[in-house]
């Protein structure tokens, strides 16, 4: 039983953290908690995106499909996600106020050259938008309307004299549903690289400072490992979650050392320099999002999620089934 | 790829030329060639020799075709002629054809007449070609012609459809193949053929040391000498002469020379009177004097390429020496192949191949329709002019009939059957519908070339890649199964030779010092080189290498046709000039006294636009040489290795493959197969087809909402503009093992990939129908949906299928159409006068469309033309099909959530996971390679080059990598997606360009408890198009039949097929009507039992043909 919610009690060091990226390390959890977390970023995290459109009129050279999967990808940005309710939950049976919010692109050319339409023309509807507990009314936009950072996303674009009407239903969704639900373009969770130096062999290559050199300086695609002042071949903690785990320190032999060199001392036949584990209770998460959510709530909406809908059923699950077992045993 | 400002050097630049070329010639630039050959000679050539028509009945009478030309495409309507652009032809099922003007001179009442212009029929148009509107426009023209630039033209818009006239190869004409027939005697074999005469194919045998011509018109083979006698050769000591003075062949002959004697033949007379005794009787041949008609067939049957007849003073001489010289010629190289002096000729040998091309079987066909056109008129003439009081003058020009020119153009073409009465020829499958499935399958169209070689014939020989065929043909891109080897495709480089007039070259020959062989002695010519102008001998010449390097010379001036060729063949010793058509030749740089011609001035020239190619062919950079020619030059791969002999550099490598195996990233690290099967399947990838593709109404039309560049490109997509029209798309991949769902090649892709548009593409497809107007003037007629009943808003079930039809019969653009849904509500008239009965076009496919264009037009009958374009989006599911560009296809097995996936290190999720099964039997060491170099690229920020026989080096990828902090090899730690834990291994992971194949579950998906059968067997039907039944073939019914389940096998077989329950007679044993026998006047006895329904047709069937077949009926408890 050591998926109790209440053992699970993780020490955070974040390493980065922006709107739009946090890297932390996490230690004191097994991986398996770890990767329910990513997965629960990847499959539960509800978002919003264009779900449904409606085309009142196209006369773009492309076809409704095509633009309509387009602007389902368009990340919608909203200030208060829990406002929405995902419709499947919602009491109402084909859309209300509380589980959908309605916008539309209506737009034509009226230029002489070709236009591009793109997700500034999404128009929210603001009638139509529910109340946040607070009194205000919803934001709920394209992203591109909030961050001015961005560049606008483009659509389609419109012949002179073409116009495109298209009303959009904007839902509440989760990213296993479809990948336009999904917050964030890259969530890894990794266990911590180990790198335990072999002393022995390492010993050999500090004792003569050109090989020492040559190690650090070729060994490492990422270029880890550093020489210190007085020859020695060191790894600091915080290059350490750069290392991909690629394993061509451990793969290093004498052979890849240059030969020929004046002074050379010898050398063993095996010369291991290090070994490489990983942690089996400290882990890795970089998750950067698509900007709808900003990445620190990600990782906190995911850990709610987690454990609301599956730690502590789960919980609940195994202790009735300890419950039933000791009546059991009572017998 | 970014452009370097200049060349660098000149071996890693010269195949900068090769965009020259194309800008020059286009990606087609044989057919169109051979058009416009056509059109500006051969077509007055054709009427030319024919120009002359009479009549019997008045002598006075005549017609006379002066000059001959090709008008500017044009559509006749309301008998306006209009301008027309192939891309309304193909929207209206018109023909693009352009009208042929002769300018005529007949006589009317003995009066000369002439008229300018009149059309004597229509051409078909070549598109590209000079005769068509589209020649020399600017992209921008062609785009307001709603042409897409990038379309290599070279075809036919014939009723709508595009039709290509694949190039034909053949043996080539007039030219003396010594070989060995199936009894293993040798022969030396000539296939004569003149624009004048029919085909045929004399052969000179070698059987029992004795000398025999062979040709179908004679019942056996005839003693050589006989047939020289025959032409007037009657010293036997001549004939010897001629042959040679060496022993040898004093040898060869004299059992021949026994033999003649033996048979009593001496003289001229008794030869010819032996030949007309050995000829073929034939059926309607024209009764003619013994004598004559053997002097005849000497003349113009046997060798009658070589002309004996020479008009002097209008009077027809014959003089047999020229065909006497040459007939000793192939005896020379019979007798000394049969003594092992001179290796046989290699039929597969690609110098001794001409390819047919669209001009000259055009040129073939007009030929036959202007004969037909010439006889027409000659009759109408004769029955106008025989006529005692004509009530109006005779004029021909109404009479002339274009429409048997225009309309056997069309049905040609149309058909592909080549009907030549004259050239008593019938050939089909001549033209092929272009396949736009995407650009690459239309381009590859264009270079294919069909062999005339029967498929069903078991030999290698025909079917192997031949040295010859090296930088003319492409080594890998040949169909599998029946025609492997029989259809070739052109290499990007070669260009096939049109005809030049061989005079001037005959000129030069003499004035060069070739003596003329009429007054040679018979030593003189076997001592010299005798030189061959298109397989005619035309004189002897001491010096074989001046004369070569002279023609060569002039050739490189521009004196002579750029494709006229030259070389020795010193085991003949003849000098080989041709000048004719159909040979495959290509370009090569030339290289003087050690060092290339072309110089890096002139390289930067060509690059910046100041030279074109025109330039480089003046001033003698660059040559055609062909398969022959090709022998005598010593030719450097590359420019370090040009040495003091080498007389020519390749322009690149890579211009070896042909445009589709050009697509190919590393092709040199591949199996060999595999290239050969990626040039197969790069034709069925779903991409974009061309510019114009949203304004086509094709058939069917797939098109890839997202395709991509290659991220490893090569050279040749580049010059085929292969980045503008792509078909495929970059995706990562991981090679390893996953879920088992990816045994036998599948592939487990990645759900979110699919969901942001991975592989997701747009099926479209045409319905049409024409409003056609029936014999007795009334016309089909579109018509509204039914009215629902009174009181109903909709429509009843029975009737649903026309609720997307609006009032004017046709449905809404973008309304959705289900499975038999009414697209177009066409009515037919019935038999009854005013009555209507309903004819609709129905939605056939078993998803729903939607409805994306609607087109209202006429066609060339002036009906109403309607065409409804559906279109179906088809993400990708399971079981459909995808391959990467080395012949390694795969369907789909599953498709996973991104949360299952595996991820590297920087949170990259592949797109789709290969099992790594895929590498160790196919050896496809180019994808391994394009997976790194795209890494590579990738992360470098710029497409890899992975042209063949060069391209970036594996060294320089893995340092590129490294650099960008990945594995050398391209492994990266991948952790599952499952568990999070690191994988065990390190997986082989970068980006593969992808093809989404055709072929897509949807399409074939079928399955089916009940439905029709067939009417005369009663059987279910066959095929998923018939809602057919799943057949339990033999080999299924051996498997129940070992298994020993009778009643699962009796019901497969009989009970869920044709059961019936048959009445028989048990008296008579034959089949009874019900309770009655008729046999035996009885209704006792007569039992009802079950078996199949085919086996009682059969029953019938065998009865029909007087045999009986009794049953007899036994109770069994």
């Known amino acids: 039983m050591d998926i109790l919610v209440e053992e699970v009690n993780p020490r955070i060091i974040i390493n980065s953290c922006s709107r739009n990226s946090i890297q932390f390390e996490i230690h004191g959890v097994d991986i398996s908690y770890v990767n329910g977390l990513r997965r629960a970023v990847l499959n539960e995290l509800q978002t919003l995106a264009i779900d449904e459109c409606v085309f009142n009129r196209n006369e773009s050279v492309l076809s409704d499909e095509f633009i309509a999967h387009r602007l389902g990808l368009v990340p919608i940005y909203t200030d208060d996600l829990d406002c929405v309710q995902e419709q499947r939950a919602c009491a109402c049976n084909r859309g209300c106020k509380k589980c ?46 909030v961050d001015s950072s961005l560049d606008a996303i483009p659509i389609i674009k419109l012949n002179p004299g073409a116009s495109l009407h298209v009303d959009l239903t904007i839902r509440k969704g989760r990213g296993k549903v479809h990948a336009k639900w999904c917050p964030v373009s890259k969530c890894v969770a990794k266990p911590v690289p180990i790198i335990v130096f072999d002393d022995a062999g390492l010993e050999y290559l500090e004792d003569f400072r050109p090989y020492a050199q040559h190690f650090v300086d070729t060994v490492c695609p990422k270029g880890l490992f550093e020489l210190t002042l007085d020859g020695r071949v060191t790894l600091p903690p915080e290059n350490l979650r750069d290392c991909v785990l690629c394993g061509e320190c451990e793969r290093f032999s004498k052979d890849e050392l240059p030969s020929g060199v004046h002074d050379a001392p010898a050398l063993p036949d095996t010369l291991n320099a290090c070994y490489i584990r990983t942690s089996r209770t400290a882990f890795l998460i970089d998750i950067e999002s698509i900007g709808t959510i900003p990445a620190p709530d990600i990782f906190k909406m995911a850990k709610s999620v987690l454990h609301r809908e599956y730690l502590v059923p789960v919980q609940a699950a195994i202790q009735q089934m300890t419950h039933d077992a000791e009546g059991f045993d009572g017998l | 790829m970014e452009e370097p400002k200049g060349p660098l050097s000149l071996e890693d630049d010269k195949w900068r030329l090769l965009p020259s070329f194309f800008r020059s010639f286009g990606l087609v630039k044989q057919h169109v060639d051979s058009y416009d050959h056509f059109v500006a000679h051969k077509l007055n050539k054709i009427v030319q020799a024919n120009k002359r028509v009479t009549c019997d009945a008045d002598s006075g009478f005549f017609l006379e075709f002066r000059h001959v030309w090709v008008g500017k495409p044009t ?58 509107c589209l020649h020399g426009k600017a992209p921008d023209d062609m785009a307001r012609l709603r042409e897409c630039p990038l379309d290599p033209g070279g075809y036919f818009v014939v009723r709508g459809a595009e039709k290509v006239i694949l190039m034909q190869e053949q043996m080539s004409m007039n030219r003396i193949i010594v070989d060995k027939d199936q009894k293993g005697c040798h022969m030396a074999t000539v296939v004569s053929s003149t624009d ?46 001629l042959v040679g003075s060496d022993p040898i062949y004093a040898d060869a002959l004299a059992a021949s020379l026994e033999e003649i004697t033996r048979l009593g033949i001496h003289s001229t007379m008794q030869a010819l009177i032996f030949l007309h005794s050995k000829f073929r009787p034939r059926m309607g041949q024209k009764r003619r004097s013994n004598l004559d008609q053997a002097r005849e067939c000497l003349i113009s049957v046997i060798f009658n390429h070589i002309e004996t007849r020479t008009i002097v003073d209008g009077t027809f001489t014959v003089d047999f020496r020229p065909k006497v010289v040459y007939i000793c010629t192939m005896l020379r190289r019979l007798v000394r192949a049969s003594l092992g002096k001179l290796a046989r000729d290699d039929k597969d040998y690609y110098g001794n191949k001409r390819l047919e091309l669209a001009g000259d079987l055009l040129g073939m066909l007009f030929e036959d329709l202007f004969h037909r056109l010439c006889v027409d008129l000659s009759k109408a003439a004769n029955a106008a002019l025989s006529k005692a009081n004509r009530a109006q003058q005779f004029d021909p020009s109404q009479s002339l009939r274009p429409d048997i020119v225009t309309q056997g153009f069309i049905h040609a073409i149309s058909s592909g059957n080549w009907v030549i009465k004259r050239l008593k020829t019938d050939r089909a499958g001549i033209t092929d519908t272009v396949l736009r499935l995407s650009y690459i399958s239309a381009l590859g169209m264009m270079t294919r070339i069909t062999s005339s070689f029967a498929k069903g014939m078991k030999v290698a020989g025909p079917r192997s890649l031949q040295a010859s065929q090296w930088g003319m043909l492409c080594p890998a891109d040949t169909p599998e199964g029946e025609s492997c080897g029989l259809v070739k495709n052109l290499a990007l480089l070669c260009a096939v030779s049109t005809y030049s007039d061989k005079t001037p070259v005959i000129k030069l020959c003499y004035s060069l010092g070739t003596e003329d062989i009429s007054t040679l002695s018979g030593d003189d010519i076997a001592m010299n080189y005798t030189v061959f102008v298109n397989g005619d001998i035309v004189g002897v010449h001491c010096h074989p290498q001046q004369l ?41 740089i030339i290289c003087e006294n050690g060092a290339s011609r072309l110089t890096l001035k002139m390289l930067d020239d060509v690059v910046a636009g100041y030279k074109s190619w025109d330039d480089l062919m003046a001033n003698g950079v660059v040559e055609y040489l062909d398969v022959n020619e090709e022998n005598g030059a010593l030719v450097a791969m590359r420019s370090h290795q040009v040495g003091p002999k080498t007389t020519h550099l390749e322009i690149d490598p890579l211009t070896a493959l042909g445009c589709c195996a050009g697509l190919i990233p590393y092709p040199h690290h591949n199996q060999s197969p595999r290239n050969t099967y990626q040039c197969a399947m790069g034709k069925q990838a779903i991409g974009a087809i061309a510019y114009n593709q949203y304004e086509r109404f094709d058939t069917q039309l797939n098109l890839l909402v997202y395709p991509q560049k290659p991220l490893m490109h090569t050279k040749t997509i580049s010059l085929m503009a292969y980045n503008e029209v792509p078909a495929g798309q970059n995706s990562s991949v991981a090679v390893m093992s996953f879920s088992g769902y990816d045994i036998e090649d599948a592939i487990v892709m990645n759900k979110a990939s699919v969901d942001r548009g991975y592989g997701r593409c747009i099926v479209y497809k045409k319905s049409s129908a024409p409003m056609r107007t029936q014999l007795n003037g009334s016309q089909d007629r579109l018509s509204g949906p039914p009215k629902p009943e009174p009181g109903q808003t909709s429509l009843p079930p029975n009737q649903r299928q026309y609720q997307t039809v609006e009032a004017d019969g046709l449905p809404k653009v973008g309304a959705t159409v289900q499975t038999d849904d009414v697209l177009i509500n066409r009515q037919v008239p019935s038999a009854s006068a005013s009555a209507y009965s309903p004819s609709p076009i129905c939605w056939k496919a078993s998803v729903p469309g939607t409805v994306d264009k609607v087109l209202l037009t006429s066609n060339d009958k002036g009906e109403l033309l309607v065409k409804v374009n559906t279109r179906m989006l088809r993400i990708p599911e399971l079981g459909d099909k995808f391959s ?74 893995g340092e590129t990598l490294v650099k960008a902090g990945f594995n050398y090899t391209g492994k ?11 994988t065990r291994a390190y997986i082989f992971f970068g980006p593969i ?78 089949l009874a009507s019900r309770n009655w026998c008729q046999t035996c006047k009885t209704s006792k006895g007569v039992m009802p039992i079950r078996l199949p329904y085919a086996a009682k047709l059969m029953l019938q069937e065998l009865q029909s043909m007087n045999v009986l077949a009794r049953i007899q009926l036994r109770n069994v408890t």
Do not use: W
Request: include cysteine; charged fraction near 25%.
């Open chain 2, 972 to 982: 990266d730690l991948l952790y599952s997606g499952i568990t999070g834990e690191p």
């Open chain 2, 993 to 1070: 360009y992808y093809q989404r194949l055709k072929h897509m579950v949807q399409d074939k998906l079928h399955s089916r408890a009940r439905g029709p059968r067939a009417t005369l067997t009663r059987q279910p039907t066959e095929g998923r198009s018939n809602k057919g039944g799943l057949r339990m073939g033999e080999m299924e019914r051996d498997c129940l039949l070992a298994y020993g389940t009778a009643c699962l096998m009796q019901e497969r077989l009989m009970l869920s097929s044709d059961v019936f329950i048959a009445q028989v007679c048990e008296g008579c044993g034959m």
């Open chain 2, 196 to 241: 004048e005469r029919m085909s045929s194919r004399s052969s000179l045998v070698l059987r029992d040391n004795k000398f025999y011509l062979r040709h179908n018109t004679f019942i056996e083979d005839i003693p050589l000498f006989v047939v020289l006698k025959g032409m007037g050769i009657t010293s036997d000591q001549e004939i010897v002469s």
């Open chain 1, 100 to 145: 959908t919010v309605t916008a539309e692109i209506d737009v034509t050319n009226d230029t002489d050259e070709p236009m591009m339409v793109t997700d500034k023309h999404i128009q929210v509807a603001k009638d139509m938008l529910p109340t946040r507990p607070n009194g205000d009314t919803l934001r709920c936009l394209p992203l591109v309307d």
């Open chain 2, 548 to 588: 070569l390097r002279a023609v060569r010379l002039a050739r490189r001036k521009g004196h002579l046709d750029r494709h006229t060729s030259a070389f020795v063949n010193e085991q003949h010793r003849c000098v080989y000039i041709a000048t004719d058509q159909g040979r495959t030749c290509r370009p090569l």
């Open chain 2, 884 to 957: 990467s560009r080395h012949g390694q296809k795969g369907v789909v097995g599953l498709i996973v959530k991104q949360s299952d996936m595996p991820f590297s290190q920087n949170g990259v999720c592949p797109d789709l996971i290969m099992n790594p099964h895929g590498f160790p039997s196919r050896m496809t060491v180019g994808k391994m390679l394009e997976c790194v170099g795209g890494k590579a690229g990738a992360f470098a920020g710029r497409q890899g080059d992975a042209t063949v026989f060069g391209g970036d080096t594996h060294t320089a990828i």
């Open chain 2, 75 to 132: 559509v006749e309507e309301d008998l306006v002629q209009r301008p027309v652009t192939p891309f309304e032809c193909r929207l209206r099922d018109l023909t693009y054809s352009a009208p042929i003007f002769a300018q005529i001179v007949y006589t009317q009442n003995k009066i000369a007449q002439t008229k300018h212009s009149v059309c004597i029929g229509r051409l078909p148009v070549m598109l590209r070609s000079r005769a068509c």
